[in-house]
């Protein structure tokens, strides 16, 4: 499904990502791992098209097309979701509002017919159970005045509703309680589907006894310096990163 | 400015044509005989051209307003044609006697004057030019004893009431612009809702500049009397010139005791064009007076035309309880001057005056809000709320905020709060990284930031002023 051979990215003058590559197929989990400032979010932010990051050399195939030449809307209307790290506020701008314009964008690029308000809500009612949030929340601003916990919960939603092919989440857990951990888990488990994929960003092995993955990356310096099974994650929470060859500050 | 929100930024004016009509225009210039002329071509009584010469003797001594932040060549008040009329347009029995061209023009407006396709739910006078060409559903308004005319109208059918409040909110004297309208409008509207009687239907006028090198003067007065409530709009269009014309209007609104009036504005005067060539100067002076117990006159201003705009919507509360509101969404891009803001002058007891003002910044535009609220010694408990929110679109716009207080009875109330955000690159690539494109996430930030603003609107205009903010804006707003 996604392709990502010897990929390297700027921002600005400064490189960034080194040279990746990772192949995730339909049905996988990825976890990516590593030390702050080693690229996790730049990589995700890369994928999904954000401009101020140049990619210098390689290639990213999606499906077999160059995911690169799309434009970040294409890219989200084509599959991809991308939870932030640091979700963005819109103030003004309600939840509801928000989400169903996206979905109906969204389905409108598939050649669907797009859902009313009324519709809608019938579907919001759904799928805010699935991260157990307040419907109440839908009528607030884009992520406005959430707390850290809530923001997060927030994006799972939105994946929740726009069901992506492939989801990135870029640290998720972070900043969440052990019951927002479960939310979260829950939420991409109930979204697990043979044709679909997800990649985790994610500092805490805790994450990963709820969200099983198939593959655990180290990424370091731009590079992803190991790869392994479930238990590397395990590994990495005894030994931290310094053992691993790449990995040394 | 990133590329996405530059290609947004930049988009036709789609009202920018002109209609052919043979007009009844006068000389440049300006002079007593200017005015004798304009009177008499208006057939007024003796008060009204009294009033005219009186303001133009002190027009005459007065000089051009230099405060605001705005920049622009010196005007030649000699060099206007300070009256033009569509020849078509004489006293008209009904609407049929529209000369079919201007009705045309006004459909292009998407305005119909057309009884028959008439907008539900709202009565329209059409001013075209310096006159009125229609007015809809005015039979039906009479029924309820309301008086919704054209300013020349009422000066022929009602003038015991335009003599009795004429200049009652703004003196001639008042100032520089003020006085050159009191001096040499030519129309405008005119509604008075009688006692105890709430309009059914929202009430609204459109300004249509269409002659070259011509002012447009109006001149509106509302009075709703005691116990009446109104609600009215204004829209206005003009065509795309590569020359600045002037545009001086004056807006009178007075509520008795317990009446209220609610004026909203969509401006979208031409602005000119991406290099700052052309455009309207939009020196207006609205003000309302809150002159009976418990009466309330709010402004509603959605402000996206204009080369300049200089203009200050306020409220005088004198009558005791009295409420005086204002909220404005202003947006200047290429290389719009906007100085706008309110006065909220309390004298009454108790009264209460809210502002909120979002300023809108894009290309090299320039927006100022400008507002004073003045607490006299009289008006014990007065409240004022202020919130002045100002967004920025790109790096080479500007903001600013001029807030004046002046506070003379110490139970007085005050909060401000103020705010400036900018469109970021990371707020759009959220939306599109939700499957929505550039110019519909601009689009949404920008509404979502007006929101409070829009939601004042009477329903109907609401969707149109989001989607005009959206043509202004495009490559910003949608
Ligand atoms: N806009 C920017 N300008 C300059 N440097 C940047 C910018 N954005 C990211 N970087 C740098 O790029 C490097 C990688 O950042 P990135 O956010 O991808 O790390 P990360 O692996 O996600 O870290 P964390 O675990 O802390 O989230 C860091 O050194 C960071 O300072
Ligand atoms: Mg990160």
């Known amino acids: 499904m996604l392709e990502i051979r010897n990929l390297h990215a700027n921002i600005g003058d400064k490189e960034i990502l080194r040279g990746i590559d990772l192949s995730v197929q339909a049905g996988e989990i990825h976890a990516v791992m590593g030390p702050n400032g080693s690229g996790k979010s730049t990589l995700a932010q890369v994928l999904a098209g954000h401009p101020a990051y ?53 389905r409108k690029a598939k050649g669907m017919p797009e859902l009313d308000p009324l519709e809608f809500l019938d579907l919001m009612e759904e799928k805010t159970k699935i991260v157990e949030m307040d419907q109440a929340m839908m009528n607030r601003s884009v992520n406005t005045g959430f707390s850290g916990g809530e923001k997060k919960r927030n994006e799972i939603l939105q994946m929740a509703v726009l069901e992506p092919r492939l989801a990135i989440l870029d640290e998720t857990d972070s900043g969440l309680d052990i019951d927002a951990l479960k939310v979260v888990a829950n939420g991409v488990n109930a979204l697990r589907r043979p044709d679909n994929a997800t990649i985790v960003v994610t500092h805490y092995q805790r994450l990963l006894n709820y969200i099983i993955p198939d593959r655990v990356h180290v990424l370091a310096h731009g590079r992803i310096v190991k790869s392994g099974g479930k238990e590397l994650a395990l590994e990495l929470e005894e030994r931290g990163y310094d053992w691993i060859p790449g990995a040394a500050a | 400015m990133s590329s996405a929100i530059e290609s947004l930024v930049n988009k036709e004016y789609a009202y920018g044509f002109v209609t052919d009509v043979e007009t009844d225009s006068i000389g440049r210039g300006l002079s007593e005989d200017v005015i004798r002329l304009i009177s008499s ?57 529209v000369d079919p061209e201007l009705l045309r023009a006004y459909e292009k407006l998407g305005i119909s004057l057309n009884e028959q396709k008439k907008l539900a739910g709202v009565a329209v006078d059409a001013i075209f030019d310096s006159v009125s060409v229609g007015t809809t559903m005015k039979e039906e308004l009479s029924k309820y004893g309301i008086v919704f005319c054209s300013f020349g109208e009422a000066v022929q059918n009602h003038p015991e009431l335009v003599e009795r409040y004429l200049g009652t909110v703004v003196p001639h004297s008042d100032n520089f612009y003020a006085a050159l309208n009191a001096a040499v409008f030519s129309d405008g509207s005119f509604c008075y809702v009688p006692k105890g009687v709430k309009c059914p239907m929202e009430l609204s006028t459109y300004f249509r ?22 609600s009215y709009l204004e829209g206005c269009t003009a065509p795309r010139r590569d020359t600045n014309q002037l545009h001086a209007a004056v807006v009178e609104l007075i509520a008795l005791d317990n009446a209220s009036v609610k004026y909203s504005t969509v401006q979208n005067w031409y602005a000119g064009d991406s290099e700052g060539k052309g455009g309207i100067f939009n020196f207006v002076t609205k003000r309302g007076k809150c002159a009976g117990v418990n009466s309330k ?54 009264t209460k005056s809210n502002i909120v003002s979002k300023g809108i910044s894009a290309g090299h535009g320039n927006n100022s809000y400008r507002g004073q609220v003045k607490i006299l010694p009289r008006a014990t408990n007065a409240r004022n709320y202020t919130q002045c929110d100002s967004m920025l ?64 609107l009477p329903m109907e205009f609401a969707v149109e002023a989001q989607q005009l903010l959206g043509i202004t804006l495009e490559g910003s707003v949608g």
Not at chain 2, 209 to 230: K, P
Not at chain 2, 313 to 337: C, K, M, R, W
Not at chain 2, 423 to 444: P, T
Request: net charge negative.
């Open chain 2, 393 to 456: 679109i790109g790096n080479q716009c500007g903001a600013h905020t001029f807030p004046y207080i002046e506070v003379q009875n110490n139970t007085a109330t005050l909060e401000h709060e103020a705010s400036t955000s900018k469109i970021g690159e990371d707020q759009i690539f959220y939306c599109k990284q939700r499957g929505l494109s550039a110019e519909h996430a601009v689009s949404m930030i920008v509404s979502g930031f007006c929101r409070e603003v829009f939601q004042n």
């Open chain 1, 54 to 106: 140049e990619v210098t050399q390689g290639t990213v195939l999606y499906d077999g097309r160059n995911l690169l030449e799309m434009d970040p809307e294409v890219r989200a209307q084509e599959g991809i979701f991308l939870a932030f790290q640091y979700p963005i506020e819109i103030p003004g701008v309600t939840n509801a509002y928000f989400l169903r314009s996206a979905y109906n964008e969204i």
């Open chain 2, 297 to 350: 006159i709010s402004w509603t201003q959605v402000e996206t035309g204009s080369a300049i705009t200089w203009k200050y919507p306020s409220v005088i509360l004198q009558g005791d309880n009295s409420t005086g509101e204002f909220y404005s969404v202003a947006v200047v891009n290429n290389h719009q001057q906007a100085d706008t803001g309110t006065k909220m002058i309390h004298i009454g007891k108790n």
């Open chain 2, 41 to 97: 071509k208006k057939n007024e009584p003796a008060f009204m051209l009294e009033w005219r010469l009186k303001a133009y003797r002190r027009w005459l001594t007065m000089k051009e307003p230099h405060w605001g932040n705005l920049h622009y060549e010196p005007i030649d008040y000699q060099n206007i044609i300070y009256y033009s009329a569509p020849k078509s347009v004489k006293p008209l029995q009904s609407l049929d006697e």
């Open chain 2, 209 to 230: 500049i269409n002659s070259a090198d011509t002012g447009q003067f109006e001149r509106t007065l509302i009075i709703a009397d005691e116990g009446a409530s109104v």
